[in-house]
């Protein structure tokens, strides 16, 4: 009981300071990083509209796995496993759980009128940590990205560095 108790207590805290987080759903081939909320014992994130991030692999009643760093040194703190709960667009819950990821959500381009969008187009989820966080691995655990077609211009040329110094420079 103790062991539960203090796994709950560092899952908590490091989720409330933590503002992003990486989730692997069942059967994704990589984790995603989500900013979320910590909110009413859950995290919980919105995504999968226009504009927001995607929460591919996260099904309601589906379960994966929430990796929580270090907001200070970027380190993994906590690892546990999750189930996920879709929230209905209409219920309370959903606009309690709104009102805290709207005060967090960054950059929006609707401001007010976000929460109106995001019953529209977007899902919110709980995900609601389910068993004992998972001993720190000994390797480092890297992947590569996902795939995307977003890529960079071309390499920056050696001598940008030099020009762009020379240019902060008074004589």
């Known amino acids: 009981m103790t062991s539960e108790l203090l796994d709950r207590a560092l899952i908590e805290e490091a989720a409330k300071k ?5 989730v692997r759903g069942a059967g994704a081939p990589a984790a995603r990083a989500l900013w979320h909320v910590w ?5 919980c994130v919105v995504g999968d509209g226009p504009d927001e991030q995607p929460l591919a692999g996260l099904d309601d009643g589906g379960t994966a796995e929430v990796s929580v760093r270090s907001k200070d040194k970027g380190g993994r703190l906590v690892t546990f496993p999750v189930t996920v709960r879709e929230l209905p667009s209409a219920s309370e ?48 655990l890297a992947e590569r990205p996902v795939p995307t077609p977003v890529t960079t211009r ?10 762009l110094m020379k240019r902060g420079k008074k004589k």
């Open 93 to 140: 819950e959903w606009q309690a759980t709104v009102a805290e990821l709207k005060g967090k959500r960054l950059n929006a381009p609707d401001g007010e009128e976000m929460p109106a969008r995001w019953a529209r187009e977007c899902r919110v989820l709980r995900l609601v940590p389910a068993g004992p966080v998972a001993p720190l691995p000994d390797g480092s």
């Open 18 to 22: 933590s503002g992003l987080i990486w």
């Open 39 to 43: 909110h009413e014992g859950a995290v």
């Open 154 to 163: 071309a390499a920056v040329p050696a001598g940008l560095p030099k020009l």
